[in-house]
């Protein structure tokens, strides 16, 4: 297989695409328990959170250390990286969020007041729309300040919710020299920078050491890396076949496919999924219009996302190339490969993966790995219906792997199935958990009593 390089400059990309920055004009979702369940969506409130008396508020409620009344399967679930930290209450911290009233910028508001992340003063900054606007939060009423990078260097970290040009204008900006704030941005304007780190937290936190700019990863990487990390450091992975959003580990070569929910192309993308489906299903057209998408969603899997690149591969594809090799620590032209697929699906991304190792396969040994691996639910209980589902990954904290088996194709495989919030896990979560991870580890520290 052709080796295929990462970019030597970062790429700022456009919508439509299944980065979780560009669903950041998306709206929180719950799911309707009316005709077609997953297509009748409707607006929840405030931050973007379901009221609670909706299914996905009632998902959203359980803690990390629950698990749906379906999952009869016995498994153990360990809290995520913020759960362990000891010593957060002690410090508070100035926190300034840049895009808090979209899909991702929400999330992060509410990862921050469920996390108990030690907040002493949160403060929201916008554009001139929709500053003076206040806004409820479990921090109390704040109001929306107009975005200034003097402003936002005043706070101790902030959290970028928007587009890889505001990014790449502003972000250095704001956490130059000592007296700036440490940024966790989540476009991909820094992810392939050297020298900044592209982190997610359970695998590799320590690059965050020493830092005032860290990357977000794209949603796909962050949600698979965390169902194939603890199989890698059990079994030392080589090669990798999947069929989803997902990343991978030390490996000698991996061939991926994604299937990716129309969330990732924002609110148009879900507005057109929904009224496509409801015009076929009232006979008013045969087949739905598309303006956002290559061709029409509704009832069809379209195997392109973002546009081509000169090798054939999407630029959706190659992220996971890229940001797999760095987040992993891999060689530049270590062969990834990767096929995305966008499917009639809400929120949340699906991942069919099989991994081949160099040790052989024990599937008990796999699935104690995954019970106890932070931030990973095991839903692997098919004689009960239990495996991963876009329906119930969403609005969950964990992702959720399943189906986990011996491959009969390949020696020493597994193959599996992953399912993940895009917009939590794949974005809002893990950026949480990125500061989490510094307030650890010393890299972020509060420069006054907030």
Wanted: one cysteine or more.
């Amino acid at each position: 297989m052709t080796a295929v390089h990462r970019p030597s400059r970062p790429l700022v990309e456009s919508i439509p695409q299944s980065d979780s920055r560009a669903a950041n004009n998306l709206p929180t979702m719950k799911f309707s328990t009316a005709i077609g369940a997953l297509f009748a969506i409707t607006t929840s409130t405030a931050y973007g959170f379901a009221p609670a008396s909706s299914p996905l508020a009632t998902t959203r409620a359980r803690s990390t250390n629950s698990s749906p009344a379906v999952d009869s399967a016995p498994h153990r679930h360990r809290p995520s990286f913020a759960h362990t930290l000891t010593a957060m209450s002690a410090t508070t911290f100035n926190v300034g969020i840049v895009g808090a009233t979209g899909a991702v910028g929400k999330e992060i508001v509410g990862c921050l007041e469920k996390r108990s992340f030690p907040v002493g003063n949160l403060r929201i900054f916008g554009s001139e729309r929709s500053a003076g606007k206040e806004v409820d939060t479990k921090f109390g009423k704040v109001t929306v300040e107009l975005f200034s990078e003097g402003s936002a260097r005043e706070c101790d970290v902030v959290f970028l919710a928007v587009d890889g040009d505001f990014s790449l204008k502003h972000a250095e900006n704001i956490c130059e020299g000592e007296e700036g704030a440490v940024v966790i941005d989540n476009s991909s304007a820094f992810r392939y920078k050297d020298g900044i780190p592209l982190c997610v937290p359970e695998i590799n936190a320590e690059t965050t050491k020493g830092k005032k700019l860290i990357a977000n990863p794209n949603c796909t990487t962050a949600i698979g890396l965390m169902a194939v990390w603890p199989l890698h450091k059990l079994f030392g992975l080589k090669k990798m076949v999947m069929s989803t959003h997902v990343k991978i580990a030390i490996l000698t070569n991996s061939i991926q496919q994604t299937y990716q929910a129309a969330s990732g192309a924002g609110q148009p993308g879900m507005d057109e999924l929904i009224d496509g489906t409801k015009s076929v299903l009232s006979g008013e057209r045969d087949v739905a219009e598309n303006k956002v998408f290559a061709h029409p969603l509704p009832f069809n899997v379209i195997p392109h996302i973002d546009k081509f690149q000169e090798n054939g591969y999407t630029k959706e594809e190659m992220k996971v190339t890229w940001e797999t090799r760095k987040i992993c620590g891999l060689d530049d032209d270590f062969p990834v490969s990767c096929t995305a697929v966008r499917i009639p699906t809400s929120r949340a991304h699906s991942e069919s993966i099989v991994a081949l190792f160099d040790k052989p396969v024990d599937v008990a040994a796999a699935r104690k790995a995954l019970e106890e691996a932070p931030g990973v639910s095991l839903k692997d209980d098919p004689e009960n219906l239990v495996y991963p589902m876009p329906l119930t990954a969403t609005g969950q904290y964990d992702v959720e792997v399943g189906r986990l088996r011996k491959n009969i194709a390949f020696d020493n495989a597994l193959e599996f199935f992953v399912c993940g919030d895009q917009l939590l896990r794949g974005a809002a979560l893990n950026a949480v958990a990125v500061a989490e991870a510094m307030v650890e580890n010393g890299a972020l520290k509060a420069k006054v009593a907030a």
